[in-house]
Structures are given as C-alpha cells and as structure tokens.
C-alpha cells in the first residue's frame, strides 16, 4: 500500500471514533522518531531483559515494508486511486459491496457479516467505510454484471448520520447523481427511544430510490431498544432469498464458517515492535503528540477524584478532574469527553484460563481478504493479554454469529446443540437467546464458565469479540473557569444479574481506582465537540432540564453563566430543573449549586423522588410552572436544554412543552409541536441524552 503524507484530507469530524482502520496509522514514523525510539528502546529493554536474552534470534514480525507514517487526522490514508472500489470490486471479481455508517461498531459488524454470507449465493462480497470511498462512483457500479451495493447505516443526535457517513449524505442530499441501474437494500440502526428513529436509513432508502437506483429488498430497521440481532437475522433471511430471486441466482451454497483472519505467534517478538494498548500509533502513549482525537488519545493525569454522594447512599458518583495543562487539548461547556477504558485483569486470566493458553504470546492475526481495507481485527502484533486487555469487548453480551461460530468448539453435543439452536432465526432460538443471553445478561466469560465443554481457540475468540469502545461523559466544567482541567460526573455502573453474579460497568469501575497520585494515573481521553451550547448572548435566558448526572453539562453553563455576570454583562434568567432520589444521598453539587442560587446566578427546581410516598420527577415540577416556561420559550424566545435518562424522562418533558405551548401560546397539538419542532431547528431546543 502506498502512503502520501503530503496530501491534505477534509479533517475528519472531530472525535469520530473509527478504531479500527489500523491500517491507515500502523506503525508510524519510525524515521522520523529515531533519536527518540533509541532512547525508548534503551528503557524497554532494560525494562524486558527477557526480551534482550532473546533478541539475536530469529525476527518474526512482519516486513516493515507494510508499515508506512500518515498522520490520523489531518492527511488522507490513501492516494485517489485507491478510493475505487469499483476498482477493487473488479479487480477481485466481486459484485457485492457493503458500505457502513457506524460509530460504535454495529453497523459494521453487520456490514462484515453480509458481506461474508455473500460467498454462499456466489455473490463475492466487500465492506466498505464511505468515508474511505469515492461514493461518487456508485453511478458506475452498473458496470459491474449483477452488482449490489448494500448500506448499513445507523441514526445519531437529531436524526444525523455517523461521522464516516456524514460526507455520502450530504452528497445525497445535495446532489443529482443518476443512479438508474444501481441496485441497492439498506439496513438501518437505530433505537426506538430516541425521537428521530432511523431516520438516516429511512432517507438514503428513499433518496437512492428517488435518483433513479433499483432497490432489491425493502428497508430493514433495527432497534437497539428492543433486539438489534434479532431485528438483523430476520431481516437478513428474507433479504437474501430476494437477491436470489432477483439476480436470478439458484440454490444457497454451503453455510460454511470461514476464519477471516490468519494467526501469526511470534517467537521473538521486539518488544518495542509491539503493541501495549495504543489505539492506532505504535509508541503513542510513550511519545505523545498533539492533536489528540480518537486514534491519538491524551493520557491525561487524574487530579481530583472525589465522591459526590453522601454515606447513606448505595450508589457512587464520581467527580473526575483531568489535567489538560500543556496538551494543547481545548473544550467548551457542553462537549463530551472520551474515555479509553481498560478491561478488569480478572476477566482477562479467566479467559485465559478456560482457552489454556499463554496470554503473554505474542500475536498478529492478518486479514486472509487481501483487498479489504481492514488488514488486522485491531492493532497487532501485540499479546493475548493486550487485546483482551484493550482491544477486545468481554463484558457485553456476544451476539448470535459468535455463539454460532463457537459452537463448533463444544466438545458436548448437547452445549453445541444448544448454541447453534440460540443462533438460530427460529422462534425457540430466539427465545433462547433472548432469555439466556440477554435476560440472564450472560457475557462471554459467563458463557465460558456455564459452557464448560466450550473450548474455543483464543484466536478466534479475538477474531470474534467486538472492539472495546471508549465512553462519552458530558463535560461538568467551562473552560473559562477551568482552563486547565476537564471535569466529568459519573456514576459507577454495578448491578446484579439474574445468575447471581455482580456486574461491574467497565470504565466508571476502572477509573473508580484511579487517584491522585505520584506518578499519576493516567487515562487516555479527547474531546469530541458537540452541538450542545448556550445561547450566544447571555441575555437570552435558558431552561435547563438535568435530573441525576444529566445535571453534569449544566454545571458548566452555570459556571459560563456566572463569569458572564462577573464580567458585568446582561445575563438571562438561567433556570435549572434537578432531580435525585433523596437529598441526603444524590444530590449532586449541592452546595455550588445553593451558592450559585443565593448570589443570584441561578433559579433552582429540585425534585426528590424517593422522600415521599408519590414520586417527584422534573417532569412534575415543569408541569407545574407552565407560566415561567411560557414566559422563557414563548416570550423572550430563550433555549430550552435536555440531558441525562433518554428512556423516558426526555419525552415526558417534550409532552410536557407541547401541553405549555398548547395551554399559554394558545395553539392546536399540530402547531404546538411544529413551534417545538421549530425550536429544535433553531438550535433552542436541545438534548444530550444517554441511557
Ligand atoms: C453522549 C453521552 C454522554 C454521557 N454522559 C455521561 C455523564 O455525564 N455521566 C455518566 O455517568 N455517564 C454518561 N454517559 C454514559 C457513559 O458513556 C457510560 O455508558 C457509562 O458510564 C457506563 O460505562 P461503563 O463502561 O462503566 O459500563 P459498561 O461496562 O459499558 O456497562 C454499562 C452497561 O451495563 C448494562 N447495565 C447497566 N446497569 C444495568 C442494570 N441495572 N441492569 C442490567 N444491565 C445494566 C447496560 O447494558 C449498560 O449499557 C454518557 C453517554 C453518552 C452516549
Ligand atoms: N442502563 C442502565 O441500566 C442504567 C442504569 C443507571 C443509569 N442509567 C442511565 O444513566 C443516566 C443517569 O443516571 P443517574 O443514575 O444519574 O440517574 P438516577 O439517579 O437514576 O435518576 C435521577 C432522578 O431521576 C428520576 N427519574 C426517573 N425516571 C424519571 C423520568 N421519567 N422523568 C424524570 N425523572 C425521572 C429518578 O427517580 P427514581 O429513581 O426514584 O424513579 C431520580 O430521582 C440515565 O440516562 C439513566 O437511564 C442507565
Ligand atoms: C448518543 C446516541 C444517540 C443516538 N441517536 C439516535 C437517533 O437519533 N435515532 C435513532 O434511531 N437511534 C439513535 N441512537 C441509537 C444508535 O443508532 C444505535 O444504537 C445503533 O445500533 C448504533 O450503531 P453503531 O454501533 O454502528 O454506531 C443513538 C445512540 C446513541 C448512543
Ligand atoms: C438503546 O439500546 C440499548 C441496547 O443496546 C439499551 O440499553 C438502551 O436502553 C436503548 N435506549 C437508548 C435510549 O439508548
Ligand atoms: C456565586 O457563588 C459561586 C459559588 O460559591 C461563586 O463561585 C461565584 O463567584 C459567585 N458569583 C457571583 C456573581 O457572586
Ligand atoms: C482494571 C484492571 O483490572 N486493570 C488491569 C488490566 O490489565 C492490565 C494489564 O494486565 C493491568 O495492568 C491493569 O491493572
């Protein structure tokens, strides 16, 4: 693969987490780093003198050829040319291309799934990141004989597309691109809580139709809310009776699992060759260069880790302060913060354990589909420990092809019967799943340990697993307050499962340990920017809704808010709606916040859900001040902000203003919620919300 670090790229939108196009930032400058690599070198290999004992022997890494420098964001991984993928469908004799618009990962995990299935129905099949892609090109795709291009798209934010598909439907949108003879299906992800349902997919279905493209088999749309695989699989087995039926093709071929990757074990391994858990850059948490993004994370110091929650409390909050001093890392209130989180070392050895293999050995595993873009499942060589360390997500549960291609390593008949039949698209197989996967909340260790005749070879059990994603904390301070320092408020996920056992959410429990120290803890983190934002004159008054950690963004316009008065400038009314259970226990900032009231920088709500027999919600206190919000939406045409529980708690408040609108602005349902509507448009009506 050829590398120009000379051209320029549109930068990437910030923060997009595309983690694993390995192949765009492998090993990365190792001239240009030499001095410095010497040095480094000198420290590891005092640091591994087991290492050095072995170093004259033979060397079983790949050819460095492979490797080549670019940097993340700012330059293009790939020279024009190799933006074809009619090109590459070509030249591999494949007729099938799968594009997928995917933040966390499933939308291209089902992208990868059909492409794979596509052999079967003698229909050679690619994925494809749009973003990598000249998407102009699908105008040509009918010159390929019996061609379809597939979408895999999932919704975010206000009915937005991932960030890797961001380009491909503004081109859409704005374009007139004659697509007669492209045939096409989509699959849309999505999730039914959230107001605009995939809305993405619903639009390129119809778009792609609209300029003249063929559609092969109706939209499919998946809800995360409900069952995501479920709502796939389904889809998935009329879809491809369809393309049969439409390409004329007959009979399926064999269901055959075929491995996608190759495994190497590398013997003598240089230590400073390998891997330890940096997300693209060999070297990156060692030689730290801004800018920070998703694929160059800042190790920030913990500075303060405080608890926010009272003794009598079951529950844990956390106040995380990050010191950003010096990065050159920059954030305004409202953004998220990104955490890399670590997987519990317990976890990892008991996978090792069941598999009965060396986690120290050290591995690549190579993409046997020399076309794909994708060379390695994630970053490699590195050792087993590494990738279930850092790479690999072992706590959710797996879904239905990694429990069918497990399967096969039941030494029990009756443990592979029951897995296969959990695969299965049947209505008992369903039920199965639905029950012993997801009900009883079963992760892959639990799995390994109910399932003791399942021995699966640790490779493919790292080909299958997800990758581990980083985590999304709304930040809790303004940078005109804290320029130094990003603030989180998070609380530590832990509940129990229906099989007895404890779960523990992955990052709020790791960085639960993580102190302030000497030498600090370290946790690798950026920002990634998002539309949540005051009003641009502090006079416009705002409305903020945020019971529970959703109070945290607020903290920071309350705190932008404050400085604004300081600064003698006309300051809006800043009225804040909070809710915990009991104010003794989860009243998070309590005392700030009843400064903030008695100087007069705030109008303060708080509801307490559990310290009387009726529960009293946010929701029931907007209720009852219908004139006040009248007053700041209707009147002096100020902002309204939503954050925290997405479940139910952000459309209750929707209903809530249709009904002030309604009532105070004098209007029918249908214009109340298109003034709503209008608000959203114009920025004054915004959430920032999470389950
Ligand atoms: C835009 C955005 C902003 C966010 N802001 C914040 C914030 O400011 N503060 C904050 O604390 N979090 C916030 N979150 C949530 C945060 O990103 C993490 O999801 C959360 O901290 C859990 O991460 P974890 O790795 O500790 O848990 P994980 O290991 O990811 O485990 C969490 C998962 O466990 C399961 N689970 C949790 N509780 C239960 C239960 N009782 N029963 C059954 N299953 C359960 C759920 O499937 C859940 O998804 C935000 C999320 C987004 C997307
Ligand atoms: N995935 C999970 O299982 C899980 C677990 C924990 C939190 N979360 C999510 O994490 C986010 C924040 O959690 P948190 O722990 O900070 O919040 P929290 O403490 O659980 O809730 C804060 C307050 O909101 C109340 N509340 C519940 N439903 C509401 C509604 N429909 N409208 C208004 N108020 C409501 C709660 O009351 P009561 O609790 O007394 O009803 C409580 O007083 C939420 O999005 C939540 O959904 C998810
Ligand atoms: C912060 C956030 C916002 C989301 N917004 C929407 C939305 O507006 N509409 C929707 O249908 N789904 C929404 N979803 C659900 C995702 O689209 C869904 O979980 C999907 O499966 C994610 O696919 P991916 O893993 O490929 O990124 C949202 C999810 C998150 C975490
Ligand atoms: C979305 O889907 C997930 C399942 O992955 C579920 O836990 C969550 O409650 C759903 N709702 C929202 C608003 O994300
Ligand atoms: C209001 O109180 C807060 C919290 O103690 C303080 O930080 C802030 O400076 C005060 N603001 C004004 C305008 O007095
Ligand atoms: C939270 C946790 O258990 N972290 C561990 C994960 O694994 C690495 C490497 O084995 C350990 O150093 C961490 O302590």
């Not at 230590?271 to 920070?292: C, F, M």
């Not at 608890?307 to 990050?322: A, D, K």
């Not at 100087?599 to 009387?612: C, D, I, M, V």
Request: glycine share 6%; aromatic share 8%; net charge negative.
């Amino acid at each position: 693969m050829i590398a120009d670090a000379s051209q320029p790229k549109a930068v990437r939108m910030s923060g997009s987490p595309v983690l694993d196009e390995q192949e765009s930032v492998e090993v990365f400058d190792e001239a240009l780093f030499s001095t410095l690599d010497i040095v480094l070198l000198g420290a590891l290999l005092l640091a591994a003198g087991w290492w050095l004992l072995r170093r004259n022997k033979q060397e079983n890494l790949p050819a460095p050829t492979k490797s080549y420098s670019i940097q993340p964001t700012a330059y293009t991984a790939l020279v024009p040319s190799e933006n074809s993928f009619i090109k590459k469908l070509k030249t591999s004799g494949r007729s099938l291309v799968v594009f997928y618009g995917s933040q966390t990962g499933t939308g291209e995990e089902f992208a990868g799934r059909l492409a794979k299935e596509g052999i079967r129905y003698r229909m050679k099949g690619m994925v494809a990141d749009p973003e990598e892609c000249d998407m102009e090109e699908l105008v040509n795709m009918k010159s390929i004989p019996n061609s379809l291009a597939v979408f895999c798209l999932a919704t975010y934010g206000e009915g937005d597309p991932t960030d890797n598909a961001m380009e491909f439907v503004d081109w859409l949108k704005n374009g007139d691109a004659d697509l007669n003879g492209l045939n096409y299906a989509v699959f849309g992800l999505g999730n039914k809580t959230y107001e605009h349902y995939n809305e993405v997919a619903i639009y390129v279905d119809h778009r792609l139709e609209q300029l003249g493209a063929t559609r092969v088999f109706e939209l499919g749309l998946g809800d995360d809310d409900a069952n995501i695989e479920d709502d796939f699989i389904t889809w998935k087995d009329k879809f491809w009776p369809a393309v049969c039926d439409f390409f004329g093709i007959e009979g399926a071929g064999e269901d055959v699992s075929i491995r996608q990757y190759k495994l190497t074990e590398h013997v003598d391994a240089l230590p400073e060759k390998v891997y330890t858990g940096e997300i693209a850059r060999l070297h990156s948490y060692k030689n730290q260069r801004s800018p920070y993004d998703a694929k160059n994370p800042y190790l920030a110091p913990v500075k303060v880790n405080r608890e926010l929650h009272g003794p009598t409390s079951e529950r844990s909050c956390m106040h995380i302060e990050f010191d950003i001093e010096g990065s050159t890392m920059r954030y305004e209130a409202g953004d998220h913060l990104a955490v890399y989180p670590v997987n519990n070392s317990e976890l990892v050895n008991k996978i090792g354990e069941v598999c009965q293999v060396d986690l120290d050995t050290v591995i690549t595993l190579t993409n046997t589909d020399e076309e794909s873009t994708k060379k390695h499942p994630f970053p490699c060589p590195c050792s087993y420990r590494t990738a279930l360390t850092h790479y690999l997500d072992i706590t959710s549960n797996p879904r239905t092809h990694v429990l069918k291609e497990l399967a096969e390593y039941c030494s029990d008949q009756a443990d592979k019967d029951k897995l296969k039949l959990m695969a299965s698209t049947t209505p008992e197989g369903k039920a199965l799943y639905q029950q012993w996967i997801t009900q009883e909340n079963r992760n892959i260790v639990h799995i390994l340990e109910d399932i003791p005749s399942l021995k699966p070879p640790l490779d493919h059990l790292c080909e299958l697993l997800p990758r581990l994603q980083c985590r999304y904390y709304s930040i809790s301070s303004s940078p005109k307050l804290h320029p130094t320092t990003i603030h989180i408020t998070a609380v530590v996920v832990e509940y129990k499962t229906p099989t007895g056992r404890i779960n523990r959410g992955v990052t709020t429990t790791w960085l639960k340990e993580k102190h302030p120290s000497d030498p600090p803890c370290l946790v690798p983190i950026f920002v990634r920017k998002s539309q949540f934002r005051l009003p641009t004159r502090p006079a416009t008054p705002v409305i903020m809704v945020g019971p529970g950690t959703g109070l945290a963004p607020f903290r920071g316009f309350i705190q932008e808010r404050d400085i604004a008065r300081k600064e003698g400038k006309e300051v809006g009314d800043t009225i804040l709606y909070f809710g915990c259970r009991r104010r003794h226990e989860d009243y998070l900032y309590k005392e700030e916040l009843e400064e903030f009231e008695k100087n007069g920088t705030l109008k303060l709500h708080t509801a307490f859900s559990r310290e009387q027999a009726q529960k009293e919600y946010v929701t029931h206190l907007l209720e009852n001040n219908k004139e006040e919000i009248w007053s700041v939406i209707g009147e002096k045409n100020g902002h309204i902000y939503i954050c925290g529980d997405a479940r139910n708690m952000a459309r209750d408040v929707h209903n809530i203003l249709v009904k002030v609108v309604m009532e105070r602005g004098k209007m029918t349902e249908m214009e109340a919620t298109a003034f709503i509507k209008k608000m959203d448009t114009q920025k004054r009506y915004s959430s920032d919300v999470w389950s």
